[in-house]
């Protein structure tokens, strides 16, 4: 560091969630003399990986079921609805063992089988034809981030920022120098409210799906598309960002928002039903309430539109109580504070934004268009998701994407270029907003428009106003940013507004329904599915 503006490091790895903090584990363990930041939006246990509830699908034991690497990967082939790409799905699944023992040499605590020391309890989720979810409790996702946070934090490699947010990457292109080289980063310090610059050799993008686009998200509020958008303007190609994911079951109470009930609830054996007690899956899927997580959101949606109420039910009432308590411990705890007890009464459920399957187009090294700029994790497009994530495939692509990214930066460290340094941030022109009331209804209008127009079921007509109104938002927005100092609230929005209109791009290249796009004026599949590819006007 040179000055209390400035800092240097060989990796810059931008989110401290799964595929962060694995990327920065698997580098510090292997070069000792590695000097690695990590950047968290905020506090470093905040993110989505805390939030995981379900587990993480890996075919690792013989006595699964008679499980296999085939299998998973036919599983995952059929949840993505034709749009997965096959050799990345045999890549992730391939890799899948190692990662569960990486994570339990870790630490990870997964569950054990009943009166086992050695075999683990191993569950089912939605598209799975078997048991071979590795979970802990319902609570898998805080185990994993609980346990790296704790290595990352006392590896002496490895140096945490909290409450950094990066607004933009900086690039030779941008500097007008030959190639498009990321060089570093501009970082709001969110407890200064200073503008910092960040150099460094490579750069990684870890920083999750942009649900937050949304009205209604089972994601934490930092879950706004950061790094996607980012990645765009400094000139990478995204795919598939149609494709957002709606978990089918999040709690319906004012007192508890976006608090997502587990996949694993059905798994188990819990049932979708009407107000009146009737079931209706059976209606809508040969499996019923384990069918991918579009077909179930779909149904419910219009189930609650057929029927005009605001929610549906999730039973699972019926099993013994023990046996809910103990595989759910933190859901009935959660829903016992609302009034809701899972093991005598049903469920009040919505859909709700969930996952983000398209994002920033890497390869299998999760390198992206920008030559030394990485993509792991939720904000990137692998191949794997397809039209539909499979459940518990999500932390699985963080830690098999995160080990490749380490795996070839590390034989890149010795010949990487010095590093490069940019100008300061410009403040000299700008001065602070006495308006702050104009973000915060901007932001409100987006989210409510993106839910009316382009959530779970969409039309040409919705698409259009959709466009025509992000397009004014971000006139406006843009003005504001050219104007005013940076805020973290400014940097969001100009985020979600980038979003916004990638998606509805997308979903208007779309003439079809196919997994999570879903247009009542192209219902039918085409013949010959492609990606949808977006690329910056750079590129062109």
Request: glycine share 8%; hydrophobic share 35%; net charge neutral.
């Given at each position: 560091m040179t000055n209390n503006t400035e800092r240097e490091c060989d990796v810059l790895v931008i989110g401290s969630g799964a595929a962060g903090l694995t990327l920065a584990l698997k580098l510090a363990d292997e070069n000792p003399n590695i000097?690695?930041?990590?950047?968290?939006?905020?506090?470093?246990?905040?993110?989505?990986?805390?939030?995981?509830?379900?587990?993480?699908?890996?075919?690792?034991n013989v006595y699964a079921d008679n499980d296999s690497l085939e299998s998973h990967v036919a599983d995952t082939l059929v949840a993505g609805a034709g749009l997965c790409e096959k050799d990345a799905v045999e890549f992730t699944v391939r890799n899948a063992k190692s990662s569960i023992e990486w994570l339990i040499k870790e630490g990870v605590d997964f569950d054990k089988a009943d009166d086992s020391q050695n075999d683990y309890h191993l569950t089912r989720e939605g598209g799975h034809s078997h048991r071979r979810i590795f979970h802990a409790a319902d609570a898998t996702g805080k185990a994993v981030q609980d346990t790296l946070i704790s290595q990352a934090l006392n590896h002496p490699q490895i140096t945490v920022l909290e409450k950094f947010n990066v607004i933009d990457l900086v690039t030779t292109r941008k500097l007008g120098l030959p190639g498009n080289r990321v060089l570093g980063v501009y970082v709001l310090n969110c407890a200064t409210g200073k503008v910092e610059n960040i150099y460094a050799k490579f750069v990684a993008l870890c920083t999750g799906g942009a649900s937050k686009v949304y009205q209604y998200t089972t994601n934490t509020e930092i879950s706004s598309g950061d790094g996607i958008a980012m990645a765009w303007?400094?000139?990478?190609?995204?795919?598939?960002?149609?494709?957002?994911?709606?978990?089918?079951?999040?709690?319906?109470?004012?007192?508890?928002?976006?608090?997502?009930?587990?996949?694993?609830?059905?798994?188990?054996?819990?049932?979708?039903?009407?107000?009146?007690?009737t079931r209706f899956m059976p209606s809508y899927d040969k499996r019923e309430e384990l069918a991918p997580r579009d077909v179930v959101a779909r149904a419910i949606d219009h189930e609650m539109k057929r029927l005009g109420v605001d929610c549906m039910y999730l039973d699972i009432s019926y099993k013994d109580p023990e046996f809910v308590k103990k595989h759910f411990p933190n859901i009935y705890e959660r829903c016992l504070k609302v009034g809701i007890d899972i093991t005598k009464q049903p469920i009040?459920?919505?859909?709700?934004?969930?996952?983000?399957?398209?994002?920033?187009?890497?390869?299998?090294?999760?390198?992206?268009?920008?030559?030394?700029?990485?993509?792991?994790?939720?904000?990137?497009?692998?191949?794997?998701?397809?039209?539909?994530?499979?459940?518990?495939?999500?932390?699985?692509?963080c830690l098999v994407y995160g080990a490749a990214a380490a795996k070839d930066i590390l034989s890149k460290l010795d010949s990487a270029p010095s590093i490069t340094k940019f100008k300061p941030w410009d403040e000299s022109q700008v001065t602070n907003s006495d308006e702050e009331v104009i973000i915060q209804h901007n932001w409100h209008e987006l989210r409510m428009?993106?839910?009316?127009?382009?959530?779970?079921?969409?039309?040409?007509?919705?698409?259009?106003?959709?466009?025509?109104?992000?397009?004014?938002?971000?006139?406006?927005?843009?003005?504001?940013?050219e104007n005013f100092r940076i805020t973290n609230n400014l940097l969001e929005l100009r985020n979600l507004l980038q979003i916004a209109e990638l998606v509805v791009k997308s979903a208007m290249k779309r003439k079809e329904s196919r997994g999570l796009n879903y247009n009542l004026d192209y219902p039918?599949?085409?013949?010959?599915?492609?990606?949808?590819?977006?690329?910056p006007k750079i590129h062109k």
């Open positions: 000097n690695l930041i990590v950047l968290s939006k905020g506090p470093i246990e905040e993110g989505s990986t805390s939030k995981a509830q379900g587990g993480i699908a890996a075919v690792c303007r400094a000139g990478c190609r995204v795919a598939n960002m149609e494709f957002n994911q709606f978990h089918p079951t999040s709690l319906y109470n004012p007192q508890d928002q976006n608090f997502l009930l587990s996949e694993a609830l059905r798994g188990e054996g819990a049932l979708l039903k009407r107000p009146d007690g009040p459920v919505v859909p709700a934004a969930h996952y983000t399957c398209g994002g920033v187009m890497v390869d299998q090294r999760a390198l992206t268009d920008i030559s030394n700029l990485y993509a792991v994790g939720e904000v990137s497009y692998t191949g794997l998701h397809g039209a539909n994530r499979m459940a518990s495939n999500s932390i699985l692509e428009l993106m839910w009316d127009y382009v959530g779970i079921v969409r039309t040409n007509k919705r698409l259009e106003r959709a466009k025509h109104r992000i397009d004014l938002l971000k006139k406006e927005v843009k003005e504001y940013y039918d599949m085409l013949d010959d599915p492609q990606p949808t590819v977006l690329t």
